[in-house]
C-alpha cells in the first residue's frame, strides 16, 4: 500500500485526510474507533460539521496487523448534508495498522486502501491517540 498521505475521491470530489484520532470501542477495549477527516479535529473537539464535510471510519483491533476488508472490517463513509448525514460502506481493500502506542496523545500511524462503486481513497495517516 502507498504510504503517501492519504487521498483519494469521496462523493464524486478530492478527499485529503487533514486529522485522525482513535479512540477506545468501550465495547471491545482491544480495539480503537478511528476517525479520519478531511477537516481538522482533535481528541476533544471534533470539528465542525460543516455542509459536504466528508469522515472516514473505521474500527479494529490497535495492535500491528494487515487485514482485508470485508463485510465483516468495513470503513464507513460519511458526508454530512442537511440534518442527516449520508453514511456508506467501503467493504473492498485493505488496511495496514502500521505503529500502534497505546498512551494518550501518541501519534500511531494507518495505510489504507479501500473502494466501493463511487468512492476510492488510499495511502497513510498519522492517527492521535485519544486514551
Known amino acids: 500500500m502507498s504510504s503517501r498521505p492519504l487521498s483519494g475521491t469521496v462523493d464524486g470530489r478530492p478527499f485529503t485526510a487533514a486529522s485522525a484520532i482513535a479512540f477506545t470501542d468501550t465495547e471491545a477495549p482491544g480495539n480503537k474507533l478511528i476517525q479520519i477527516s478531511e477537516a481538522e479535529q482533535e481528541c476533544t473537539n ?7 464535510r466528508r469522515d472516514i471510519n473505521l474500527n479494529g483491533p490497535w495492535n500491528v496487523h494487515t487485514a482485508p476488508l470485508s463485510l465483516e472490517n468495513v470503513v464507513g463513509v460519511i458526508v454530512y448534508k442537511g440534518d442527516s448525514p449520508t453514511i456508506g460502506l467501503m467493504a473492498s481493500g485493505k488496511v495496514e495498522y502500521v505503529e500502534t502506542p ?6 500511531g500511524k494507518l495505510r489504507l486502501r479501500g473502494a466501493n462503486s463511487k468512492d476510492s481513497i488510499e495511502g497513510e495517516v498519522s492517527v492521535k491517540v485519544c486514551d
Open 102 to 107: 497505546t498512551a494518550a496523545g501518541s501519534v
Open 46 to 52: 471534533l470539528g465542525d460539521s460543516f455542509e459536504g
